[in-house]
């Protein structure tokens, strides 16, 4: 047999373009950002120090000193709990939408061993999952990657409405950047109509591009999948809401429910950029609460950090079957 041949048996078409190296360009750019986000933190809290006569070692010392940190661990561990329970069952339900009736706790031990990847990168571990089910269950690995795509695809809409519906709710307390977003949430709003007729073949019926595998999922997809995405996934929202207030409150600093309804979505938006620590994250989180630049950025460092470490920690916990299901023994 061929290495072609091969490759088709696995579901994968060896002439389609092969995904190509991350550009300079590209690394370039994320180095700068994370650069800029560490000369800012660096410099707000500096400053914030100084105003209190201390060094700087001094005064992150005495932030990370008044925390509550039992319960803010209770309280994470349960959260990151319920996160990993609803994200996989997202997963099932998109898999069992455009590919195949497969369990969730089938699904459980994948989703979990791809958080160990996601440290480094969450959609390289989204990668790890089609790989994953292309080896275990033989299931093409581009009908994978596909739902994988339309995962992430919702992703971004789905944090833009709540986004959109904090805004409403928040109004004129919020920083003035934030009333960009009607305007992003309107030019959302007309892409995805576009988007939505164009794969079920309503615009541009003689296009290629469409057809083309990677795009299986969203030719499948009708309205309904992007609402029940929606809905299966805004709990997880939801509790990370009610989460983050609790624990800013045990980090000293004063917030609502209605506050961190806009900003969450805002604030997860950054941690998807992979930068190192998630700085983008725990800048976002400084400038949002400029006041309490210390206690934010140490908020912002332990919060997102612990998330990602202990959600792969659950990945630790399925690790050994997952590679029994890959490679036996």
Known sequence: MSDKDALQENG??????????????????????????????????????????????????????????????????????????????????????????????????????????????????????????NKRDKIPGWEVSSVMLFIMFCEVFYLLVWATIGYTVAGTSLPEAFSLVPFFAAGAACFFVIWVAYFNGSIFRSSALRERRVFHAFRKAKLWHYGAFLVLRSPALLAAI???????????????????????????????????????????????????????AAFGFVQHNFFILFNAAIGLVFWRRAQRELFGG
């Open 12 to 133: 994968i078409d060896s002439s389609a373009p092969q995904p190509k190296k991350k550009s300079l360009v590209g690394r370039i750019g994320f180095l700068l950002l994370t650069l800029a986000c560490f000369a800012y933190l660096y410099g707000r809290l500096n400053g914030a120090a100084a105003r209190e006569g201390m060094d700087l070692a001094s005064y992150m010392t005495d932030v990370f000193a008044t925390v509550n940190w039992a319960p803010w661990l209770l309280l994470m561990i349960g959260y990151s709990l319920f996160y990993f329970a609803i994200d996989t069952l997202v997963v099932t339900r998109a898999l069992n939408w455009f590919i195949a009736d497969i369990k969730y706790k089938d699904i459980a031990p994948i989703r979990a061993s791809a958080y160990i990847i996601s440290i480094f990168n969450e959609q390289i571990g989204k990668g790890a999952m089609a790989f994953y089910l």
């Open 242 to 296: 009610v989460v983050y207030t609790i624990a800013l409150q045990l980090f000293g600093v004063p917030a609502s429910l209605l506050e961190l309804l806009p900003y969450l979505p805002v604030v997860f938006f950054a941690a998807a950029v992979p930068t190192p620590m998630r700085a983008a994250a725990i800048t976002f989180w400084v400038i949002l609460f400029p006041e309490n630049e210390g206690q934010m």
